[in-house]
């Protein structure tokens, strides 16, 4: 298993969950609107990759990346530091063995939060998503923490980590 393997996993596995890129692009117009629905208004997103490439990048935020004339919810999912894991009672260093971070930030426009509180609810599918689940690696992706973001104009954000582990043999 490789870096590259795992996170090109956990991206397959955000943007096949329907209900995530829902989240991501379809606007409340309401506090209890549920976007997750379909409607003739709101069709499937999965495998729709002219809506995936506007709302799920595979890096890091660049300083122009959003406006808030674009009304619209990004997630960045990006690797972080990785390092020795180890194994046995005694915690001795597996040198084949690591913990891959992966960030992922996500970014929610005020049209968006200002209905339905849609940052908390894409933390919590993405959290769903991931924690605890094997996407990839040697066991489960585990939650390493998280935290607000700096607001950017007409957005707000949180960043989530997660680590998974992987093998080099």
């Not at 609810?121 to 935290?147: C, E, P």
């Amino acid at each position: 298993m490789s870096v590259y393997t795992i996170f090109n996993k956990m991206y397959k596995h955000a943007i096949e969950d329907e209900n995530l890129l829902r989240y991501l692009f379809y606007v409340p117009q309401h506090k209890d609107d549920d976007v997750t629905l379909v409607t003739a208004e709101r069709a499937n997103l999965v495998g729709n990759f002219d809506v995936i490439n506007q709302i799920v990048k595979m890096r890091k935020r660049n300083e122009d990346d959003l406006s808030i004339d674009d009304s619209k919810c990004v997630l960045y999912m990006y690797l972080d530091n990785f390092e020795n894991a180890t194994t046995g009672t005694n915690n001795a260093i597996d040198p084949y063995s690591f913990l891959q971070s992966v960030n992922i930030d996500v970014y929610v426009h005020r049209d968006y939060q200002n209905t339905s509180y849609n940052l908390a609810r894409v933390v919590d599918r993405v959290t769903a998503l991931f924690n605890q689940k094997h996407v990839g690696g040697i066991g489960n992706v585990t939650f390493a923490g998280s935290g607000k973001l700096d607001d950017v104009d007409g957005f707000e954000g949180m960043q989530i980590k997660f680590k998974n582990r992987y093998s080099t043999r």
